[in-house]
Structure formats: C-alpha cells, structure tokens
C-alpha cells in the first residue's frame, strides 16, 4: 500500500487538519506516514493544501506530483490537481461547491455534498470531516477507528465541545460513497 493523497480547498476549510488526522491514524496503525502543508498567500480564504502519503514501506520524500487521490473542496483546487491524478485515481469533489465535471474519464470521481451534509449537523466547519469520512470509507486504508482515535487526540482543549460533532460528521460521510 502507498497512498498519496492532495487534499486542496480555501484557507479555513480544513485540509490540514484532514491531513493531519489522516497521518496520525496512519502513525496509529504502525505505518509510514508523511504530512507536507502548502498555504498560499492569505491563510483564510486563501489556497491551502497538503499532500499526506500512508504506506507500508519507508517513504521517500514527502512531495506527490502525482497524486493516487485527490479531495478537491472547492473549482480552483480541482482544476489545479485533477491533471496530476494518476490514471484510475480517486477523486473526491465537494459537490456542495463544484458544479463542473473534472474534465477526465480515466479516472473515479465521487461527488460528496460535504458543506450541504455538516450544514444538516449545525456546523459547516465540519464539511472536512465529512468528507474525510467518505475518503476513508472508499479507500480502506485506515481504520474508522483510528481516525476516531486521531479525532480524540486533535481535539482537546476548547476544540474538544466539538469531538462529538465531529464523530457525527464523520460517521455520516462513511455513507456517502
């Protein structure tokens, strides 16, 4: 297994948290992890993304130019990474706010409506971890476990008042795909 992951949206919408609950899981599980962040040059409402690899084998570098799956939360960051998705790659759209066809039939496209879904549960800050739900469910490469775990362990402080959504916002996007 090696999984190489661009999650990509605004500055504010959670893809470095997905991030590093993902990589975290993955250090859970005994695996070879790697977390990159990329900011652009505002921090909300700006790009942001990071690239996270999950393998069984010693990682070699942290960057991905080609990328196994992409979560792309808004237009700008679908159409700046699908060209670099691997062929026969996943792609997780956030279908609340991407009304476009990525452009590429070579390749698996599950639409997730993340923000219409954590606006249900009273949050939109959750959209991330909707969706984080849904990449997990599809590919299998943690366990629903360890991200809870991860979730725990992130969320402490004034943050823990929302593990409980957040657990709820993740259950949900499991069923998505």
Not at 95 to 109: A, F, K, Q
């Amino acid at each position: 297994m090696n999984n190489k992951l661009i999650a990509a949206g605004f500055g504010g919408q959670g893809m470095m948290l997905l991030g590093q609950l993902i990589a975290y899981a993955g250090m859970l599980e005994g695996k070879h992890v790697t977390w990159l962040p990329s900011y652009g040059p505002e921090m909300r409402g700006g790009t942001a993304n990071c690239t996270v690899i999950v393998s069984d084998k010693p990682i070699g570098a942290p960057v991905v130019a080609m990328p196994t799956e992409i979560i792309a939360m808004n237009i700008p960051s679908m159409l700046k990474f699908t060209p670099t998705l691997v062929e026969k790659g996943k792609l997780f759209l956030n279908s609340s706010m991407i009304d476009r066809e990525p452009g590429r039939t070579d390749i698996e496209v599950m639409r997730v409506p993340a923000n219409e879904i954590a606006d249900e549960l009273g949050n939109l800050k959750v959209a991330n971890i909707v969706m984080l739900g849904a990449y997990i469910k599809k590919t299998g490469i943690l366990s629903q476990n360890s991200i809870k775990s991860a979730l725990e362990h992130k969320l402490v402080g004034k943050k823990k008042e929302l593990l409980e959504l957040d657990i709820k916002a993740f259950e949900k996007g499991t069923t998505l795909v």
